[in-house]
Structures are given as structure tokens and as C-alpha cells.
């Protein structure tokens, strides 16, 4: 089956611009998760979606963050306006919805603010 | 609520001796829990994972863990350490089902192989 796929695989972007992530999970994955790397840190949550309806967002900052889910496929997530500390890898991953039916993550983006 | 610690930032071991990354949790339900592996600029590799089966789950690369529920443990071991193991891993926790089932990753381990 084809994997979880992400786009740009890079973005360098100057503080306080936009920018957008884009996320097409697997087909049929009804849940949906943004997480945040920071270098040398493990992912955090950031928000996590049931089809197109927010389950989690208790750590997405959303004086700037914003993520949404249409029709429960795809995803996509902004950041306006970007921080330094913003800079880190945003992975994508999706699931059927269970711990016991696994996790695919994609391959990230990852975002340089300069 | 859940957590997961990791209780070495970083691991060096020579080729051919044996890998053992520790990893404790804390877990309000009955816990899921997983190893991911990062190598450097890629994603994260799926090891194995326990999810309320046998206890010893063995993965993929040699590699196998054991659930302690005792000990809230589920430290990750290999025989013999390759070249190729050097990379990241992250332990993972996953608590509840359905929508209450996000996964909360450790701080992760620096698995370092020398020659």
C-alpha cells in the first residue's frame, strides 16, 4: 500500500511569514496526526483528527498554528506567523484508529525560519 | 495521561556486542507501547511494538523487546550490534482506543556503533 505521503520535503521561510504542510494519509486511515520534532527532541502532538473532527489540539499553539482536515482525507497545516523556534521537522501519520492496528508516519517536512 | 522515559540519552557499543536501550512508562490504560527507529534525515521505522500479546515481541534488524508490567519496562535488546543499527530510537506509549489513542514518544536514545 502506498505510504503516508508529505509535501515540501523542505521550507526555508523568513520569521513572522506563512507557511503550509500538506498530508495525504492512507487510504482509509480515519485518524490523522501532526507532530512536531524539534532537534534533538522526540515528536510532540501537536493535534490529532478523527476523519475531519478535532480529537486533540490541547498542544497546538493557536495564536499562529492552524490545521484542518477536509472531507476527512487530506490535511494540511499553517503556521502564520512563524517563530525561529518553529524550525523543526512536522511529521504526518495516520491510522485505522487503534494502537493494535499500527501507525504510519511520513517522511516530514522539515522547516528552517530564518 | 501518559509518559514514557528513556533512561539513557546515548548508548555506545562496539560492533558485534550486545544493544540494550531502556525504556519506562507510565500508562493509565492498559498500554500499547512501540520502538521507532530514526536514522539521520529519514523518518521513523517502525521495530515492533506490544499491544496485549506475548510478552517478548521480537522486530525487524534482530531486534526484540519484553513487556515487564511489573516493572512498567520495555527495554529494547539486540544480540549483536551492526554497523547499520547506529541510529535514534524513540520509545513509544499508546493509551485508551479509538480516539483516545494518540502515541507520546521518550525523549529518545542515541545508539552509537563503533568499530
Known amino acids: 500500500e502506498a505510504g503516508v505521503a508529505q509535501s515540501p520535503r523542505y521550507k526555508i521561510i523568513e520569521k513572522r511569514q506563512s507557511v503550509a504542510f500538506w498530508c495525504n494519509p492512507i487510504?482509509?486511515?480515519?485518524?490523522l496526526y501532526w507532530y512536531q520534532q524539534i532537534l534533538g527532541q522526540g515528536p510532540k502532538l501537536l493535534i490529532q483528527f478523527q476523519n475531519n473532527g478535532v480529537v486533540d489540539d490541547s498542544q497546538l499553539p493557536k495564536d499562529r498554528f492552524s490545521a484542518e482536515r477536509l472531507k476527512g482525507v487530506d490535511s494540511t497545516l499553517k503556521i502564520q506567523p512563524a517563530k525561529l523556534e518553529d524550525s523543526a521537522v512536522y511529521l504526518c501519520a495516520s491510522s485505522l484508529g487503534t494502537p493494535r492496528q499500527g501507525y504510519t508516519f511520513g517522511s516530514g517536512t522539515r522547516l528552517t525560519v530564518v | 495521561a501518559q509518559s514514557v522515559t528513556q533512561l539513557d540519552s546515548h548508548v555506545s557499543v562496539s560492533e558485534g556486542t550486545p544493544v540494550l536501550l531502556r525504556c519506562n512508562y507510565s500508562?493509565?490504560?492498559?498500554?500499547?507501547l512501540f520502538w521507532y527507529v530514526q536514522h539521520p534525515n529519514k523518518g521513523l521505522q517502525l521495530l515492533l511494538k506490544y499491544t496485549s500479546a506475548a510478552t517478548l515481541v521480537k522486530g525487524i534488524n534482530g531486534f526484540e523487546a519484553e513487556f515487564k508490567k511489573s516493572e512498567t519496562s520495555f527495554h529494547l535488546t539486540k544480540p549483536s550490534a551492526h554497523m547499520s543499527d547506529a541510529a535514534e530510537y524513540f520509545c513509544v506509549v499508546s493509551g485508551g482506543t479509538g480516539t483516545a489513542s494518540k502515541l507520546t514518544f521518550g525523549t529518545g536514545t542515541r545508539l552509537q556503533v563503533t568499530l
Open positions: 500508562s493509565s490504560y492498559s498500554p500499547s
Open positions: 487510504s482509509g486511515h480515519a485518524t
